[in-house]
């Protein structure tokens, strides 16, 4: 597994959310336990990829925080899928962070992986996000049959 090694859950927020299309591919089956939760930020969708692009801000950002077994190997694949090459790697498409994030059930708060994007400055992106206010990708997106 790529740096940082540390095993926490990881907090999803777009495709990786239960039901969707990257769920479907990559943690599906891997998943012990969901928990609906929320992060600071501020999301976008991206319609040229498909995809949202989360960023640092002060928005309401809602997801899943999972509990995932066989750790090291979904973990990977997750990366590979996200664009993360390592550590402050200027080539990354996402940076895989730790932030605390709220648990909704529990009130609680628990440190989590996340995946934030880090190409905000290209041309591509200023030119084709769309903000997503409400800070649920999921609204208004058709879930994949699980």
């Known amino acids: 597994m790529i740096a940082p090694t540390e095993k926490l859950k990881i907090f999803v927020y777009g495709s990786l959310r239960t039901g969707f299309f990257n769920y479907n591919k990559y943690l599906k089956g891997h998943v012990i336990k969901s928990e609906?939760?929320?992060?600071?930020?501020?999301?976008?969708?991206?319609?040229?990829?498909?995809?949202?692009?989360?960023?640092?801000?002060?928005?309401?950002?809602?997801?899943?925080?999972?509990?995932?077994?066989?750790?090291?190997?979904?973990?990977?694949?997750v990366d590979k899928m996200e664009g993360y090459l390592g550590i402050d790697n200027k080539e990354n498409e996402y940076n895989r962070l730790t932030v605390d994030v709220n648990l909704l059930d529990t009130n609680k708060v628990e440190k989590c992986y996340i995946y934030m994007y880090n190409l905000e400055n290209s041309k591509e992106f200023i030119e084709n996000r769309e903000y997503i206010p409400s800070g649920d990708w999921t609204k208004n997106r058709e879930c994949d049959n699980i």
């Open 36 to 77: 609906p939760a929320k992060v600071k930020g501020t999301l976008f969708h991206m319609p040229n990829k498909g995809y949202p692009a989360l960023l640092k801000g002060t928005d309401e950002i809602y997801g899943e925080v999972m509990t995932i077994d066989n750790y090291d190997v979904v973990m990977e694949a």
